[in-house]
C-alpha cells in the first residue's frame, strides 16, 4: 500500500500538484517532448556525486565509465575533477571523442588486446591497470616497437568474496581478474613489472566486486592492498570501486564519504603512506536517473498475477534478467499515492523471462496509456543495453535549471540498417 520511498528519487525531484518533476522540469512534459522510453538523468545529482567522490579520495579519484558513458557524461565527470576509467578500446574511444585528455584516462580489461594497449600507450593515459602475465608481456612488444615507457598498476585479487552477486563479484581468489594473492601469483608480478624495462610500476590495484552494501568488506580490502602497498613503498595504491546503492525500499547503502572514510582508516593502520584512489561508477550514476515507459497492456490473471507490459524492457534494462535485480515503481502523475496493486511489470520482447519489475506496486486506478517510471536505473542501464528484437534504444535526456536536453537521441529504425553490407 505504501508510496514510493522518495529517497529512491534524484536529488533534485520535487512533487507539484502530485506530478513529479526532476531538474525543475514535469516528468510527463518531458514524456512528451522526448517519447517513451526514456532515460532521464538529474544533471545537478551527477555532478554533486562526482564532487563527493573527489573531496573523498582526492585527485586520481576515476568515475568507473562501464556505468554509464556518453560523451556528455565523459564531458561531466571530467569537468568536476574527475578521472575515468575506461576497461575497452571503446570506451577509451569515447572519452577521447568527448574532449577528455588522454593523461585523465585509467585504462583497465581483463583482456586487453595489444590495439588496445596501443591505443592507450600512445594517445599517453595515465595509467594502465595490468590484469595478466600475458599483458606484460605485450607491453614487453609495444616497448620494443615505440620506446614508449607507461605508467601501470598491476590488479591483485585479494581473495575476499564480495556479499553481492556471484555476476559481479571479482576478488575472490577463483577470478578472471586480476593476479592472486594467495597463490603467489601477486608478488610474482610485481618482481616482473619492477625488473622490467618496458613499465614503470607505480602501485597496485584490487576490486573485489560491484553493489556491495558491507562497507567493512571494501575496508577489509583495502587493508591487504595495503598491507603489500607498505611492503614494497608503492606511491599509489586504487581500491577500485563497487560501492552499491538501494534500489528498493527495504536496502541502504552507506554514502561515497563513508566509504572514503572506512578505506582511509584501513590503509591508515595497514600503515600506508602510498596516495589512495578509487573509481567508483554506480554509486555516482545510479541514482541520478529514472526510466519513463508508457504502459501499452494490463493482463490480469486471477489468483495467478497481473502483467504490466510497457514499451520497454530488457533492451534498456538488462539487470532484472541477469541477476533477479528488484526495482520499484510508480506513476509520475500522482507521486505521492499508495500503491495497493501487485503487478510484474513486463517488456515488450519475445521472452518470458523479459521482466522489469518482478514485484512491482502501482496504484489501484492504473491505466493503459499511463507513463510508469522506474527509479535507479542511471547506472547499467543505458550501458547495458541492446537492440533484441531490433527495439531502439531509448534517447538520454539530462535536465537542470527548468531546462531538457537530448544528449545521446533515440535510434531509429535507419540506425538499425546502417551498419548492413
Known amino acids: 500500500m505504501r508510496p514510493l520511498p522518495t529517497r529512491l528519487l534524484p536529488d533534485s525531484a520535487e512533487v507539484v500538484d502530485g506530478v513529479l518533476h526532476i531538474g525543475g522540469?514535469?516528468?510527463?512534459?518531458?514524456?512528451?517532448?522526448?517519447?517513451?522510453?526514456?532515460?532521464?538523468?538529474?544533471?545537478?545529482?551527477?555532478?554533486?556525486?562526482?564532487?563527493?567522490?573527489?573531496?573523498?579520495?582526492?585527485?586520481?579519484?576515476?568515475?568507473?565509465?562501464?556505468?554509464?558513458?556518453?560523451?556528455?557524461?565523459?564531458?561531466?565527470?571530467?569537468?568536476?575533477?574527475?578521472?575515468?576509467?575506461?576497461?575497452?578500446?571503446?570506451?577509451?574511444?569515447?572519452?577521447?571523442?568527448?574532449?577528455?585528455?588522454?593523461?585523465?584516462?585509467?585504462?583497465?580489461?581483463?583482456?586487453?588486446?595489444?590495439?588496445?594497449?596501443?591505443?592507450?600507450?600512445?594517445?599517453?593515459?595515465?595509467?594502465?591497470?595490468?590484469?595478466?602475465?600475458?599483458?606484460?608481456?605485450?607491453?614487453?612488444?609495444?616497448?620494443?616497437?615505440?620506446?614508449?615507457?607507461?605508467?601501470?598498476?598491476?590488479?591483485?585479487?585479494?581473495?575476499?568474496?564480495?556479499?553481492?552477486?556471484?555476476?559481479?563479484?571479482?576478488?575472490?581468489?577463483?577470478?578472471?581478474?586480476?593476479?592472486?594473492?594467495?597463490?603467489?601469483?601477486?608478488?610474482?608480478?610485481?618482481?616482473q613489472a619492477r625488473s622490467a624495462s618496458s613499465v614503470e610500476l607505480l602501485g597496485i590495484h584490487a576490486h573485489i566486486g560491484s553493489q556491495v552494501f558491507a562497507v567493512g568488506s571494501l575496508g577489509k580490502a583495502?587493508?591487504?592492498?595495503?598491507?603489500?602497498?607498505?611492503?614494497?613503498?608503492?606511491?599509489?595504491?586504487?581500491?577500485?570501486?563497487?560501492?552499491?546503492?538501494?534500489?528498493?525500499?527495504?536496502?541502504?547503502?552507506?554514502?561515497?564519504?563513508?566509504?572514503?572514510?572506512?578505506?582511509?582508516?584501513?590503509?591508515?593502520?595497514?600503515?600506508?603512506?602510498?596516495?589512495?584512489?578509487?573509481?567508483?561508477?554506480?554509486?555516482?550514476?545510479?541514482?541520478?536517473?529514472?526510466?519513463?515507459y508508457t504502459v501499452g497492456t494490463i493482463k490480469d490473471l486471477p489468483g495467478i498475477r497481473t502483467y504490466v507490459a510497457v514499451d520497454g524492457g530488457m533492451s534498456d534494462n538488462p539487470r532484472p534478467v541477469l541477476y533477479g535485480s528488484g526495482y520499484e515503481t510508480f506513476l509520475p502523475r500522482d507521486v505521492g499515492a499508495d500503491r495497493p496493486k501487485a503487478v510484474t511489470v513486463v517488456g515488450k520482447h519475445c521472452e518470458s523471462g523479459d521482466i522489469l519489475v518482478r514485484e512491482g506496486l502501482v496504484p489501484a486506478d492504473l491505466v493503459v496509456g499511463d507513463i510508469l517510471a522506474t527509479p535507479v536505473t542511471g547506472a547499467y542501464g543505458h550501458s547495458m543495453g541492446s537492440n533484441y528484437n531490433m527495439v531502439l534504444r531509448p534517447p538520454v535526456v539530462f535536465v537542470g535549471n527548468g531546462e531538457a536536453r537530448a544528449v545521446v537521441r533515440r535510434q531509429t529504425y535507419g540506425d538499425l540498417t546502417r551498419l548492413d553490407v
Open 222 to 292: 583495502a587493508s591487504v592492498i595495503g598491507e603489500i602497498a607498505t611492503g614494497h613503498e608503492f606511491e599509489e595504491i586504487s581500491v577500485g570501486g563497487g560501492l552499491g546503492v538501494p534500489y528498493v525500499d527495504d536496502e541502504r547503502a552507506p554514502t561515497i564519504a563513508e566509504w572514503g572514510e572506512v578505506v582511509r582508516a584501513a590503509c591508515a593502520e595497514a600503515g600506508v603512506t602510498a596516495h589512495i584512489t578509487a573509481e567508483p561508477g554506480r554509486s555516482i550514476a545510479a541514482a541520478a536517473a529514472i526510466t519513463l
Open 25 to 191: 522540469c514535469s516528468v510527463l512534459d518531458l514524456a512528451v517532448e522526448f517519447g517513451t522510453p526514456a532515460f532521464i538523468y538529474d544533471e545537478q545529482h551527477l555532478r554533486d556525486r562526482c564532487r563527493e567522490a573527489v573531496d573523498a579520495f582526492g585527485p586520481g579519484v576515476a568515475y568507473a565509465t562501464k556505468a554509464f558513458l556518453c560523451g556528455a557524461m565523459a564531458r561531466l565527470a571530467y569537468e568536476e575533477g574527475m578521472h575515468l576509467d575506461v576497461a575497452t578500446g571503446g570506451e577509451l574511444h569515447v572519452a577521447l571523442s568527448a574532449g577528455v585528455p588522454a593523461d585523465k584516462l585509467v585504462l583497465h580489461g581483463n583482456n586487453k588486446s595489444l590495439t588496445e594497449l596501443r591505443m592507450g600507450v600512445e594517445a599517453g593515459v595515465h595509467r594502465i591497470v595490468v590484469d595478466s602475465f600475458d599483458e606484460l608481456d605485450r607491453l614487453d612488444q609495444l616497448h620494443a616497437e615505440t620506446g614508449i615507457v607507461p605508467k601501470v598498476l598491476l590488479r591483485l585479487t585479494p581473495g575476499i568474496k564480495a556479499e553481492t552477486h556471484d555476476y559481479v563479484s571479482t576478488g575472490q581468489d577463483d577470478s578472471k581478474f586480476g593476479f592472486g594473492v594467495a597463490s603467489g601469483s601477486a608478488e610474482a608480478a610485481i618482481e
